[in-house]
């Protein structure tokens, strides 16, 4: 379960072991499409004078449970989904789940996203709309050894060190462009922390809150070079919505992210109550491994200052710096024209 | 009137429009077959739009390819090398050990069940392990290929050799011929139909085996592979490169399969039906 897999999720890309798998779900989503299957038709009848049956919705995963949910099962476990009268069943992922697809073609109500696939995806007309940003500040990064000779990203990119990073992820063609004639040899991430444990891999992409937590458990001392720190900072794990859903039912995508800022605040609050039950889970996390990330997440999902009520919150700009860099990587053709069509911050 | 008749002239140029009817026969099925997938996949692009992110045309998918020309023709070929290589190691090793288990009862009852494990074994779990031996890059690939290509060809060279004539091995053993010269001269050519029946089998799957490979040991840049021209795209959303990619990979396949077709005509050709 590497990082690469997981930032490969984040994109709607599974990690190199799964991505035979990731091809064959791809053509899957492909072929329900084409037969029609909308999402969202499955408001259940009520008996007359019955109490209205809640709202059914699905949100899918793009990886296993893990703290960076943390807030969807806070909200879960508290019923705070029923008291905005919703069933969500959530489906937790794995690798090769493709989100974005199954989310744009109407499969699943709600699913999580990477905020640079939001705006590509609907660049070829997969109209995705950003719902809430789970992390303020992206956790993407790149882990080496503590013991590791290189002092930045930099130094690292212009070296010989062969990084377990996958190919095609937009924040590997931004490293290649603002560090050019790097010389470093990029391998998929397949092998798990196999390879950067055993040395195979002198780097490795990772989220910061999970895979240098996972090495630092096993006693292995790494550092961390944060992606965002070096200028590129998207909204990496965003729960997104088809524009369809979003436009047709209004209401109960408000009152999804209204139970999910609850979820988190909670979640922020407290982790060590909810984490158990995703541990259960997810026996490949041990529980001490949850509690460690969801502190390290802590600031970058609510950095200092932010108000409960600005939890998952987007910003214009954030959107318009994302898509200016994608155009410049080469990823977008272009901005967007409305760049408001792009996200929706629910009241 | 018998200078003007000349029949046995005449029957040499004849055979030269019939072989190119025959070929011409033998091709417009096939062929007629992909232009109909061709303008049915078209067709249900247009009639149900399902957005180029999730099934781009033919259209599209055919100017990606020509955009992607160069990319692709690295991939083809760094991928065929792989995957010629793992087939080679295949065929040498499913041949050998074919033989082996052939001569002998007791081997093959004690192992072939568990050369059937090869098959068995789901490659794409095992892929990592092979980084792990193999380390990344090209030795990974190979070693995946040749994983997944071996047990067609041991398979059938087991039991082409098991199905030898019993008079004719008997004969070879009134001759005091020895067990190297009976498999040579005997076991070898009576189950050489068979051994490119599995070749063939192989061959496809190799192409195979190497993408898998390619999916977790190799090295991404300038000159990357079809695994990792794949992946990239998917995480892109390039959907219109993942197909022009894997119509690549199929290509390749194609390729070494029609190479080893050829090598098995070559071979057979002058006294097996199958080569005729």
């Not at chain 1, 931004?174 to 780097?203: I, M, S």
Request: proline share 7%.
């Amino acid at each position: 379960m590497s990082i690469l897999q997981r930032l490969a999720e984040s994109c709607g890309i599974p990690g190199a072991v799964a991505s035979a798998r990731g091809v064959a779900a791809a053509v899957a989503v492909a072929l329900l499409a084409a037969c029609g299957e909308p999402g969202g038709e499955t408001k259940p009848s009520a008996p007359a004078g019955a109490a209205p049956a809640p709202r059914a919705v699905r949100l899918q995963l793009n990886w296993m449970p893990e703290p960076e949910f943390g807030g969807i099962y806070a909200a879960q476990q508290d019923g705070l989904f029923a008291r905005e009268g919703l069933a969500v069943e959530v489906i937790a992922g794995s690798a090769g789940t493709p989100t974005a697809q199954m989310t744009a073609s109407g499969q699943v109500e709600f699913g999580i996203v990477g905020g640079d696939q939001v705006l590509t995806l609907r660049e070829k007309g997969g109209d995705l709309v950003g719902l809430f940003a789970i992390f303020q500040t992206s956790p993407m990064g790149v882990m080496v050894r503590a013991d590791a000779p290189w002092k930045s990203l930099q130094e690292l990119w212009a070296s010989d060190a062969t990084v377990a990073m996958e190919a095609g992820l937009p924040f590997v063609r931004y490293l290649n462009q603002k560090h050019p004639g790097g010389k470093v040899r990029l391998v998929p991430t397949g092998t798990g922390l196999a390879a950067f444990e055993q040395g195979a891999v002198q780097a490795q992409q990772c989220f910061i809150s999970a895979e240098p937590v996972q090495m630092e458990l096993k006693g292995i001392p790494v550092r961390v070079f944060s992606l965002a720190e070096g200028g590129y900072d998207p909204y990496t794990v965003t729960v997104a919505t088809g524009a369809a859903f979003l436009a047709k039912d209004r209401d109960a995508c408000a009152a999804f992210v209204r139970a999910l800022r609850e979820g988190w605040a909670r979640y922020l609050a407290e982790p060590a109550k909810y984490n158990p039950a995703i541990a259960k889970l997810n026996p490949g996390m041990t529980l001490a491994a949850m509690d460690v990330a969801a502190r390290k997440q802590h600031d970058l999902v609510a950095p200092p200052g932010t108000g409960a009520n600005e939890v998952g919150m987007m910003e214009r700009a954030r959107w318009e710096t994302l898509a200016r860099q994608l155009v410049e990587l080469g990823t977008l053709k272009a901005v967007p024209p409305v760049i408001d069509d792009v996200f929706w911050n629910a009241p | 009137m018998s200078g003007a008749r000349a029949p046995a002239p005449a029957r040499a140029p004849s055979r030269a429009p019939s072989r190119a009817r025959a070929a011409l026969a033998a091709a417009v099925p096939p062929f007629a077959v992909i232009v109909a997938s061709i303008l049915a996949w078209q067709g249900a692009v247009w009639a149900f739009r399902p957005g180029e992110y999730l099934l781009p045309s033919p259209v599209q998918v055919a100017e990606e390819a020509w955009d992607s020309r160069a990319t692709l023709a690295r991939a083809a070929w760094l991928t065929g090398l792989s995957a010629a290589g793992g087939f080679a190691l295949a065929a040498f090793a499913g041949v050998l050990a074919g033989s082996v288990l052939a001569a002998s009862r007791f081997l093959m009852r004690g192992l072939y069940p568990i050369a059937t494990l090869l098959q068995m074994v789901p490659l794409v779990a095992i892929a990592p392990l092979l980084v792990v031996w193999c380390g990344y890059g090209w030795r990974t690939s190979v070693a995946s290929a040749a994983i997944v290509s071996v047990f067609p060809v041991l398979a059938s060279t087991l039991d082409g050799m098991r199905g030898t004539d019993r008079g004719l091995v008997e004969l070879f053993g009134t001759l005091h011929a020895g067990r190297v010269q009976r498999w040579w001269k005997l076991e070898l050519p009576w189950a050489l139909p068979s051994i490119v029946t599995g070749l063939r089998v192989a061959a496809g799957l190799s192409v195979i085996g190497a993408i898998v490979g390619e999916f977790v040991g190799a090295f991404a840049g300038d000159a990357s592979p079809v695994g990792i021209v794949i992946l990239s795209a998917l995480r892109e959303n390039r959907t219109e490169l993942v197909f022009a990619a894997v119509l690549t990979a199929a290509v390749v396949g194609f390729a070494l399969f029609g190479l080893v077709s050829a090598l098995g005509w070559v071979a057979l050709r002058r006294w097996h039906a199958s080569g005729g």
